[in-house]
């Protein structure tokens, strides 16, 4: 089911189609899940579709196979297996594959997700081909931080912009998507982010969303263990556990402020504990806990990196 709120960007795509100025690369700049690659293969849809009157018609083969990322003209580029980045060899190869003719006369396309993963040397070897594109090609980036491509790529791109959806929206969308769930509070934890919320198990989101507050909670107690939950959380999903932390240290931030909690379970807690940092120390650890989480693609060893962080909660940092 498509996301309504893209519905503008789909538009502009399929305005600038039919008027035979579809450019030759698009940068797809997202808010973290908020169906920028979504957009990405409903643009390949719309150049690869066998009825262009009627693009993208959401029926024929082609379009089929786009949306299954299986049609032959249309080449995905992700980081492989256990790396975090997009390699210099993978842009090589969508190079190569690019500069043959289409298998069905018409488009190759390329999708690059998430882009800003490239290293230099990938970002490098992408350059030429934006330079020299061949013809009936259009290369799709997807990026959540554009600033970390080089200007040189960005500058040949036409940037769409994928802005966050409303809360309402996003949950109106997930429930007719994927069912019943208490979508408001998977997307509490999870961020306004509902293209991950869909491909996630709410109750398994919700449940680790407890799991953490309590961790967190015993830990700014005095009676948890840093050192064994930062272990745990660094083995398993990390993402997810720092997401939480996230959410946790701006209920916290929001109760200092205005002396309410967004999250009903925070409200109903009768065990909550003050933080042992001012309110200006629990922003800090704030913007520690994003930065950790915007280095997950890093090699660092994240356990020591979060185990740090978590100790910061510990009572004793209290001047």
Request: net charge neutral; with cysteine.
């Amino acid at each position: 089911m498509m996301p309504p709120w893209l519905e503008p960007q789909m538009q502009q795509l399929r305005a600038a189609f039919v008027a035979g100025r579809m450019p030759h690369a698009l940068l797809i700049h997202e808010s973290p899940g908020a169906g920028g690659e979504w957009l990405a293969y409903w643009a390949a849809q719309l150049v690869l579709c066998s009825t262009p009157a009627a693009a993208p018609c959401g029926h024929c083969a082609a379009c089929r196979h786009a949306q299954d990322r299986q049609h032959p003209d249309l080449i995905s580029v992700v980081p492989l297996g256990d790396s975090a980045q997009i390699r210099i060899e993978q842009v090589r190869e969508l190079a190569a594959d690019l500069a043959l003719t289409a298998h069905q006369g018409g488009y190759k396309v390329g999708v690059l997700s998430p882009a800003d993963s490239m290293n230099r040397f990938a970002a490098n070897a992408l350059l030429k081909t934006l330079e020299e594109p061949p013809p009936g090609t259009l290369l799709v980036l997807v990026a959540s931080v554009p600033s970390r491509l080089p200007v040189t790529i960005a500058s040949r791109c036409q940037r769409l912009r994928v802005p966050t959806p409303a809360r309402e929206a996003a949950v109106a969308w997930l429930a007719a998507e994927r069912g019943a769930a208490d979508w408001a509070q998977v997307l509490e934890v999870l961020g306004e982010a509902p293209l991950y919320a869909a491909a996630s198990d709410p109750a398994a989101v919700i449940a680790a969303a407890a799991e953490t507050r309590r961790e967190l909670e015993e830990i700014a107690g005095g009676h948890g263990d840093a050192g064994a939950s930062a272990e745990r959380w660094a083995r398993g999903e990390l993402g997810l556990r720092l997401a939480c932390f996230e959410t946790w240290l701006t209920d916290r931030i929001r109760g200092e402020l205005t002396g309410a909690s967004a999250a009903p379970e925070m409200r109903a807690s009768a065990h909550r504990r003050a933080l042992p940092l001012t309110i200006k120390g629990t922003f800090e650890l704030l913007d520690a806990v994003r930065e950790l989480r915007s280095s997950l693609d890093v090699p660092i060893n994240k356990g020591v990196a979060l185990e740090a962080v978590l100790r910061s909660l510990a009572p004793h940092r209290v001047a």
